[in-house]
């Protein structure tokens, strides 16, 4: 089935791309349809492939995954609205714009790419916040 690009890039959430003490994360979101997520085929970050081992995907109600586990037999629903979050493990990304291409298939989309730019902001350490009462 062919989706658009442009349609495509609307699951990336932009401005999530981050550097954690875990690697590099990001989030997608089901903004198009009901479905199922059978195979995450890559993930390259500025040209470079993460091994499948590395890249493990969080749903946001407890379920984690690794990219190797998932397959016909033990697909992942992804409905309209589901945000789930990607990691992968390697060194952080300099501060700047980077381009992230993701492979995958689902049903009943079939087999699907998109690639976005993203970048990762400079982290202040000292935000100054107004206090609040706790209540």
């Keep these: 089935m062919f989706v658009p690009d ?15 003490d875990r690697g590099v994360e990001f989030a997608l979101k089901n903004r198009l349809k009901d479905a199922t997520l059978t ?5 390259q970050i500025d040209g470079a ?11 946001g109600d407890g379920e984690t995954y690794s990219a190797g586990d998932i397959s016909d037999d033990n697909a992942i629903d992804f409905p309209l609205r ?16 980077h381009d992230i291409e993701i492979p995958f298939r689902a049903q009943p989309f079939g087999t699907l790419s998109f690639s976005v730019e993203d970048s990762v902001s400079e982290q202040d350490e000292a935000v100054k916040r107004i206090p609040r009462d706790a209540d």
């Design 39 to 43: 195979e995450l085929l890559d993930v």
């Design 6 to 20: 442009a349609l495509l890039e609307q699951l990336y959430t932009f401005g999530s791309l981050e550097n954690t």
């Design 82 to 97: 589901r945000t789930l979050h990607v990691r992968v493990h390697r060194p952080p990304l300099e501060t700047g714009k």
């Design 49 to 59: 492939s993460v091994p499948r081992e590395e890249m493990h995907l969080f749903m």
